[in-house]
């Protein structure tokens, strides 16, 4: 499977060609630095969280990381360790919200195909080049909003969100969205902040 096929035409969910053209409804979408932007129309809510993560992008990469030195950091986390541990060498995941791509790169191990989402390009560039700079192929990050996501239905094994659903306009319509995203009997793996 080529990671292409598990995005998708956000205003139709039609099939993106190479071009990152819907060869449903025409639309076109730019690319810049490798990244797609899948993002249709917005509410101020989710304008408002995106503004603040362009222009303070998080997590940052320390200067000299390396795919070794991100994998030694993440294996100290337990929930990181217990997740990866979980997750199939061939899964496809999605990571919804995601940032600068940390989990994104973490989880991109064995046969593995990872698309990682976010409403920031600042962030997205920043793990597309980390992507690169690791030689981590099986990644693909996506500009693109929870509301109308720019990711196939049904086509992903594991669709991980974390500190997503609580900051959107509508938290249950959006974990619906998430839901939509899982293939049958897939696995879907939320993090929501408490009080």
Partial sequence: ????????????????????SCTGCGTRFEVAD????????????TET??????????????PRESLQSLRARAERSVFARLLDRAIGGDAR?????????QMCLFLASADRMVVGADLTRTSLALGAAAAARFGLERVQFV?????????????????YSSGVVHHTGDPRASFGKLVELARPGGVIVLGVYNA
Avoid at 34 to 45: A, E, H, I, M, T
Wanted: charged content about 20%; hydrophobic content about 35%; aromatic content about 8%.
């Fill in 143 to 159: 500009e693109t909003d929870l509301r109308q996501p720019g990711l196939r239905r049904g086509g992903f094994d594991v669709v």
């Fill in 1 to 20: 499977m080529d990671i292409r096929e598990l995005v998708a035409c956000p205003a139709c969910g039609g099939t993106l060609s190479v071009e990152w």
């Fill in 49 to 62: 969280v995106r503004r603040f993560y362009e222009s303070a992008p998080f997590p940052g990469y320390p």
């Fill in 34 to 45: 490798g990244v797609p932007n899948l993002r249709l129309l917005s509410d101020g809510v």
């Fill in 93 to 101: 995941i999605a990571d919804v919200g995601c940032g600068t791509g």
